[in-house]
């Protein structure tokens, strides 16, 4: 049973009793993303993510990963679109360490200047990482192209112009607007007690409520029209992703939209693997993906390419998304895919840390709790005329945006009247 709790000073704890587990999943989220930020300080989400683990008021930075390593434990926290999380997955006994270190580090946390100027050149390191990974860098290129001048199209790391001329007043000022305890959510999952978890967040939690109101940009409405972004580079393979804006967390077509994408891309038996791969033999890695925002989604196909065979690739691909928007799939087909959707659900929640990811997700984003039994209801009732009036409503010829990475002789202009008239 999900249990939640709400302190006096607005932060919320959830938690999910799981027997049988010796480990728990503790989470601290939140609301403090990228989507967040403004083009001037863009990067400063995951730059403070990367600077809480230097030290706090109580732990220095090798004492925050020896503690937790040295019972067996791991810690980690990532930067996303619309939240930070910090975590840990540890033996039960230690939950209080856990608690008492993630806290520390978030609220109290030192920002000397000596650290941040060490870890900015960190951040400008995997800044390069993921340039030099074509297979990352496309999906950047494409988010540029589906949410242009917007926080969503631009990199969660940051530039290295921004990274470089961010200084300590402007990390601070991030953290004084989005850290504070009504804007976070602590999140458990394994063999706990929810009012044991409660007591003890509450020994390590200032009593005191900050009231702030969290701004962001919408999304605006967009040219609806075929667009096209390429990086040339000398490399053996283009890299592919074809986009297409999808729908929100909170749209009633969420869960539809999920078995679209098992329909058409998320595994082996998918539509488009089938095609692409073993029939075509066009390309090796091949598959499509889904993402959720507060109020815009996507939906991505990605693939990894001949240089010689694009135009084919994209002509495959794009006849597979005119078939499911004009027929239903068969019922099999969709009962292949809910059941898939279903299990994979749960084996990932049977973890302790993954479940608490997905709880901690839900709830930061949502602010209730969904249970795997609603999950199961809303996707049982899913037709397959829904599925295909969905694929329709998305797959339009004229809102594709594509991005390209790799040893491309055509010019965008080329490829994006190529799109326009498949």
């Given amino acids: 049973m999900y249990e939640k709790s709400i302190l006096d000073n607005g932060l919320k704890v959830i938690s999910y009793k799981m027997i049988q587990r010796s480990s728990v999943g503790v989470g601290l989220w939140v609301k403090g993303g990228s ?105 950047q290129l494409l988010d540029e192209l589906l949410w242009p001048n917007h926080p969503l199209g631009r990199s969660i790391l940051g530039t290295y112009e921004t990274i470089n001329s961010l200084r300590r007043k402007d990390i601070l000022l991030f953290k004084e607007n989005y850290y504070f305890p009504s804007s976070m959510v602590i999140a458990a999952c394994g063999n706990l007690e929810h009012k044991e978890l409660l007591e003890r967040v509450k020994k390590h939690m200032p009593s005191v409520e900050i009231k702030k109101k969290i701004n962001f940009q919408r999304i605006p409405h967009y040219s609806e029209r075929p667009k096209v972004k390429i990086s040339k580079r000398n490399i053996e393979q283009i890299h592919l992703a074809l986009g297409f804006h999808g729908v929100s967390r909170t749209n009633r077509d969420r869960y539809a939209l999920s078995i679209l994408h098992i329909i058409l ?75 898939y959707y279903l299990g994979q659900l749960s084996i990932f929640l049977e973890d302790t840390l993954e479940h608490m990811l997905w709880l901690g997700e839900n709830f930061i984003s949502l602010d209730k709790i969904i249970t795997f039994k609603e999950i199961e209801q809303k996707i049982q009732r899913i037709s397959t005329k829904e599925i295909m009036f969905l694929a329709k409503d998305i797959f339009i010829p004229h809102r594709r945006k594509l991005a390209l990475v790799g040893p491309i002789e055509e010019e965008e202009k080329q490829i994006s009247d190529y799109i326009s008239k498949l």
């Fill in 35 to 139: 989507r967040f930020e403004v083009e001037e300080n863009q990067g400063v989400a995951h730059f403070l993510e990367h600077l809480f683990f230097k030290g706090s008021k109580h732990y220095s930075c090798r004492q925050i990963k020896q503690s937790i390593e040295g019972v067996g434990g791991s810690i980690n926290g990532f930067t996303s679109e619309e939240f930070c999380c910090y975590f840990v997955k540890i033996p039960y006994k230690h939950l209080s360490l856990a608690l008492d270190i993630l806290i520390d580090m978030i609220l109290n946390p030192l920002l000397l200047e000596d650290d941040i100027n060490k870890e900015r050149n960190v951040v400008l390191e995997e800044i390069k990482l993921y340039h030099d990974l074509p297979q990352n860098y496309v999906h």
């Fill in 265 to 339: 891309g998320a595994n082996m038996s998918s539509r488009l693997f089938n095609e692409v791969r073993e029939k075509k033999g066009l390309a090796y890695d091949i598959g499509t993906h889904v993402q959720f925002f507060l109020d815009s989604g996507s939906f991505v196909i990605h693939a990894g390419i001949d240089p010689k065979k694009i135009r084919l690739t994209l002509k495959v691909i794009i006849k597979e998304l005119e078939k499911i928007s004009n027929t239903p799939p068969t019922l099999s087909e969709l009962k292949r895919a809910k059941d």
